[in-house]
């Protein structure tokens, strides 16, 4: 079983819809991502969360919000979904050590492929 | 100024040729560095981690210049299956912060 997941896989919705991508890990990880990746761009930091009280705005964050219902889930959510918001969405973990230690890798979901109308 | 930048490519090379990409990062506190592999619509996955020294994995070399601030990768014996993205990646401790270059397109042809 993928350590990584993401639902749905594919989705296409209307413009003003309200949408909500899952990520579910079992990696134990304490940190989650959240990207979008659109061509020529490479991967945009939407929002990322160290622990459960602990969510931050990423490079892109408007028109999205998230919830981190606990350590192994990770919601992305679109409140009024509008057609430049169409992009391949993935979900990482990573779990870094504090103190300037080692630092472990990104861990990535398989994807959201989202179009939006 | 983005904090990574790759060549886009594409690298359009022959099978058993070798092939370098490199890459610039921008803030000198970057700590870590990798490379990733992203095949078409599918999830960037784990290359291999990039260490002062310069590292080797197979027919994969890393190689890292922190006074010029780039990353490298060489790939000899160049397969089909070695066709994708290569995605390079630095970690600024500071920020918390993975940042990623945009990728560079390899095509390994017959």
């Known amino acids: 079983d993928a350590d990584v997941t993401q639902t749905p896989r594919n989705r296409i919705t209307k413009t003003g819809k309200r949408i909500m991508l899952e990520c579910s890990q079992t990696k134990g990880h304490d940190r989650m991502y959240w990207y979008r990746q659109d061509p020529g761009l490479g991967l945009r930091l939407i929002y990322y969360?160290?622990?459960?009280?602990?969510?931050n705005k990423g490079e892109i964050s408007d028109g999205y919000s998230v919830s981190r219902q606990a350590q192994a889930k990770f919601s992305l959510s679109l409140e009024s979904a509008i057609p430049n918001q169409t992009a391949l969405y993935f979900c990482?973990?990573?779990?870094?050590?504090?103190?300037?230690?080692?630092?472990?890798?990104?861990?990535f979901g398989p994807g959201t492929r989202l179009t939006v109308l | 100024r983005k904090e990574v930048e790759q060549d886009p490519g594409p690298f359009n090379v022959p099978e058993g040729a070798t092939v370098a990409f490199n890459c610039t990062y921008s803030n000198s506190a970057s700590q870590s560095f990798f490379w990733y592999r992203q095949d078409c619509r599918k999830e960037p996955k784990l290359l291999m981690s990039?260490?002062?020294s310069g590292n080797e994995d197979g027919r994969f070399t890393a190689q890292l210049n922190r006074a010029s601030q780039y990353i490298s990768l060489l790939i000899r014996d160049s397969k089909l299956s070695d066709s994708a993205t290569y995605l390079c990646v630095v970690f600024l401790y500071n920020f918390n912060k993975f940042y990623f270059g945009s990728g560079t397109k390899l095509n390994v042809k017959p």
């Open positions: 990039v260490y002062s």
């Open positions: 969360s160290f622990d459960v009280k602990d969510i």
């Open positions: 990482a973990t990573s779990d870094l050590r504090p103190g300037g230690g080692d630092t472990d890798t990104q861990y």
